[in-house]
């Protein structure tokens, strides 16, 4: 007899509560979803939690998969999702606790030389590639499958299936070879097949299956912090997807939008735009401009559209702190930020007023350029600032002065933005007026 589909598992449990149908697509899936968190992580303790955040949402949605869906996939990818919200939420925490960097376990330390290369690159590349491809490469490479039943998985033919891998495995050695872990598509694939799963620990197969059948009830409150985040995050990039730029389709160069005047509410932010961190009720529009509080770490307001060439521009000001514009963000961790705090802020290791160009990368900032002279005469006073990109080209201009130029090819395309920062002992506020951007 023909084991039941992954789908006809998750509809047993969802329709009967079975505990032995969860339990069968933990066994199935726990070194999937396990290995990825481990080897973003390092941390065979904290991927345990990662793994068991997983299965409670799993839990949670399982009334909503539809039969088409392939459980590979999303697992591998809600993986992901959730290791990237435990590690924000790590680096929150050690920088409230004024740690520079998170500490970080190497694992398999007597892996061989191409593996260790690939393997902390190994996920932002696969998660790089377009749907169907990540599927069958997750498929045939992470779960041994063979062609053939690839195609039956993907609703496929072979022909099809190959070429479609071939295609992920070319793109996997140029994300590779950027980074310069150079290998042959044999290598490539031998390492990945080798090496992309690990064993899960003894017992956390049961312990996972025991959680998520009651929904998490009985998680730690770690955990079901992390669950509650990832959840938001899923629900971000479900809106995201499907939001229609419309009007707001640009041919760069040609059109100039003014942000505050696209469809804006008397509080709250305006269609297209969502904020991609913090708290969403800290923006509000008054008398034509935009407003932003922040007591609780940085908020991003940002587009949903992607731009390459863009120029961003805003008379800006803050009351307390600094702000920012924020140019080519991949996400909350990954952009450029054009920070500014006029004088008399309380930044001890700069009081004197600044404008910065920071990269941020993985939510650690290194400053490209720097602007040390006259911005404000005092705290509230309105700037004019204005940031540029260019293909690799970055530049900033204070009052009509160019101050800064940076050449950068890492983010060639991104969100566009604003941002803020602020703690309850240093509280933020800043005012966008006149923010357009074409």
């Known amino acids: ?34 290995s990825v968190a481990l080897r973003q992580l390092g941390n065979a303790h904290q991927a345990e939690e990662v793994t068991q955040a997983v299965f409670i949402i ?77 599927n069958a490469v997750l498929l045939r490479f992470f779960e041994g499958r063979t062609f053939s039943e690839v195609a039956v998985a993907l609703d496929s033919n072979e022909t099809a299936v190959q070429k479609r891998i071939n295609r992920a495995v070319g ?30 620990p003894a017992g956390l197969t049961a312990s996972v299956a025991t959680a998520a059948t009651v929904k998490g009830a009985a998680a730690s409150g770690p955990t079901l912090a992390l669950i509650k985040g ?11 997807t499907a939001m229609v730029i419309g009007s707001c389709m640009l041919a760069a160069g040609t059109t100039t939008v003014t942000l505050y005047s696209l469809e804006r509410p008397v509080r709250g932010i305006p269609a297209n735009w969502s904020v991609i961190d913090g708290d969403p009720a800290a923006w509000h529009w008054e ?46 961790d990954n ?51 204005v940031v540029t990109a260019r293909g690799s080209l970055m530049e900033v201009r204070l009052n009509n002065v160019r101050v800064l130029q940076v050449v950068d090819t890492t983010y060639a395309t991104g969100l566009i933005g604003l941002r803020i920062f602020g703690d309850p002992d240093n509280p933020c506020d800043a005012t966008f007026a006149s923010v357009t951007f074409h």
């Not at 990832?230 to 995201?240: F, H, N, P, S």
């Not at 993985?362 to 002279?373: F, K």
Request: glycine share 6%; aromatic share 8%; proline share 3%.
């Open 58 to 134: 799993l839990a949670r949605k399982a009334a909503g998969f539809r039969s088409g869906t392939l459980l590979t996939g999303w697992l591998y990818q809600t993986a992901r999702l959730t290791t990237a919200n435990f590690l924000r939420s790590e680096r929150r925490r050690h920088r409230r606790e004024q740690e520079a960097y998170m500490q970080s376990e190497i694992h398999e330390s007597h892996a061989e030389p191409v593996w260790q290369g690939l393997s902390p690159l190994l996920d932002e590349a696969i998660g790089q590639l377009g749907a169907k491809e990540r």
């Open 1 to 34: 007899m023909a084991e039941p589909t992954d789908i006809a598992l998750l509809q047993d449990y969802a329709l009967r509560n079975s505990e032995e149908a969860f339990t069968a697509l933990v066994q199935r899936h726990i070194r999937l979803v396990y």
């Open 230 to 240: 990832t959840l938001k995050l899923m629900a971000w990039a479900k809106v995201k």
């Open 335 to 385: 952009g450029y930020l054009i920070i500014f705090a006029p004088a008399g802020t309380p930044i001890p290791w700069n009081p004197s007023g600044y404008i910065r160009l920071i990269k941020k990368t993985d939510g650690n900032e290194v400053t490209l350029a720097a602007y040390h002279g006259r911005m404000f005469s005092s705290l509230g006073q309105s700037a004019k600032i």
């Open 171 to 200: 793109k996997l050695q140029t994300f590779f070879a950027r980074r310069g872990v150079k290998a042959s598509a044999g290598v490539l694939i031998g390492a990945i097949s080798a090496h992309s799963l690990q064993a899960a």
């Open 287 to 332: 008398n034509g401009k935009i407003n932003v509080h922040s007591t609780t770490s940085e908020t991003i307001l940002a587009s949903s559209k992607k731009y390459g060439d863009v120029t961003l521009s805003a008379l800006a000001s803050t009351t307390n702190r600094e702000a920012s514009l924020a140019i080519r963000m991949q996400d909350a």
